[in-house]
């Protein structure tokens, strides 16, 4: 059952996210030995796996993450997320329309990207289970990223969307993730800031503890 805090340390991640001398197994193992709380296996750009070599590569991770009991969530990808029995999906404002979906992921975790209020008011959100707020601030990890909105986006989405759980995304490192936190934000996702780590331990540590200093 998906709960608010499921979304604290989010951590999204691709093969073409990770160093070149790492593979994202081991990227991910160390990540959730750290205490991440959600993964979202986000396979995109030219060097990305296609087809079989996807699919298998997702297999593993799933089920890595069940091994920590993670929930594992697919980005974009409905017949990967459907053929693998992913935990969720999430989908952003130009891919497929959650209504056209949403009956067949009726016990599993959706999420929205809504980065502003213009968004929100062309949003379906009836099905969604988390909306996903930015980016915060520049990022170098997403190339059709939109210009930050930053961590007073939060607040302002909150007054329309209530108590739907929100996580912040965008450019979030471990000198920002608080501002994050305190903003209202129920968990930060972030990409970069874990996948390129030299000490993802103690990155995960410091965005844990920026929660636990919010609340």
């Known amino acids: 059952m998906f709960k608010a805090t499921d979304l604290k340390v989010y951590f999204i991640c691709g093969t ?17 030995e750290a205490g991440i709380t959600l993964f979202q296996f986000r396979e995109k750009g030219p060097t990305s796996l296609q087809g079989e070599e996807k699919r298998h590569l997702a297999e593993d991770l799933l089920a890595l ?15 990967l997320a459907k053929a ?7 989908v952003g404002q130009d891919d497929v329309a ?26 379906d959100l009836t099905y969604i289970d988390y909306i996903g707020v930015g980016p915060m601030y520049a990022t170098q990890s ?38 994050c ?4 934000a129920d968990g930060v996702s972030v990409i970069s800031a874990i996948a390129q780590s030299d000490d993802i331990k103690g990155t995960v540590a410091h965005f844990l503890q920026s929660a636990k200093e919010s609340q």
């Open 65 to 79: 993450c069940h091994q920590y009991d993670v929930p594992f969530i697919v980005n974009d990808d409905i017949e």
């Open 142 to 179: 997403k190339d059709d990223a939109n210009a930050p909105v930053g961590p007073e986006m939060i607040p302002t989405l909150r007054e329309y969307v209530g108590d739907l759980p929100i996580v912040a995304i965008g450019g979030i490192t471990t000198s920002n993730a608080q501002d």
């Open 84 to 90: 693998i029995d992913a935990d969720g999906v999430h």
């Open 16 to 32: 073409q996210d990770v160093k070149s001398n790492r593979t994202i197994h081991d990227v991910l193992q160390e990540a959730l």
């Open 181 to 184: 936190f305190k903003a209202g």
């Open 98 to 123: 959650v209504a056209e979906f949403a009956s067949e992921f009726e016990d599993k975790i959706i999420g929205l990207s809504v980065g502003n209020v213009d968004e929100y008011h062309h949003s």
